[in-house]
């Protein structure tokens, strides 16, 4: 069965910073992967999938992600990171043979101090 | 328009009663979800519809109960609430079954709590 780890509960970087939210996954075949943010109160939103192709996803709000199949893992990560970005951040993976369900990750929690 | 929306957005009930929750997809898709978020914000699918017929139940207590009237709409109904049923409750969509590519559509959640 698949499963996915994020490692870290809680992230603070300072606005205008790098950022680097950690994923890792564990899976047989090629997963197709997820990364979804969620605001205070809110329901969760796609920032950007990989299932093919360039290992290298660009998603929405300037975000991206790097899928290693060697490390297992699918980094989400921004260059610059904005107040607004201050939420929560869920990795998932779906699998076709396991009737499309997603699996979440517990979840990283990031604040963004100005 | 709201693609997915849910009602109502916030539940509180006693232990033993029986609610539901509602969920209308005005996407056109032919797969809906439900997922449970704890209260570690840990989210975890617990039923899939595609076309009105289920398709994932993930060992949930048959206390919960979806029905699906059509494929727009996919419901919640839970029975004898207990107050490990406090969580927040997440309805999804996609496009089709087929292929997990698909990206899965939430809607705003509800959130319950049972005293």
Redesign the interface.
Known sequence: AQSVTQPDIHITVSEGASLELRCNYSYGATP?L?W?VQSPG?????LL?Y?SGDTLVQGIKGFEAEFKRSQSSFNLRKPSVHWSDAA?Y?CAV???E???????G??TILRVKS | DTA?SQTPKYLVTQMGNDKSIKCEQNLGHD?M?WYKQDS??????MF?YNNKEL??N?TVPNRFSPKSPDKAHLNLHINSLELGDSAVY?C?S?LR?????????????TRLTVL
Do not use: H
């Open positions: 197709y997820f979804y809110q329901g969760l939103q796609l999938k299932f929560e869920f779906g699998a076709m396991y009737g499309n369900k997603l699996v979440f517990a979840g | 997915v797969t979800y570690k914000k840990f989210l975890k699918i899939s398709i994932i993930e997440f999804a996609s079954l087929a292929t997990s590519t698909d990206t899965q559509y939430f809607g705003p959640g």
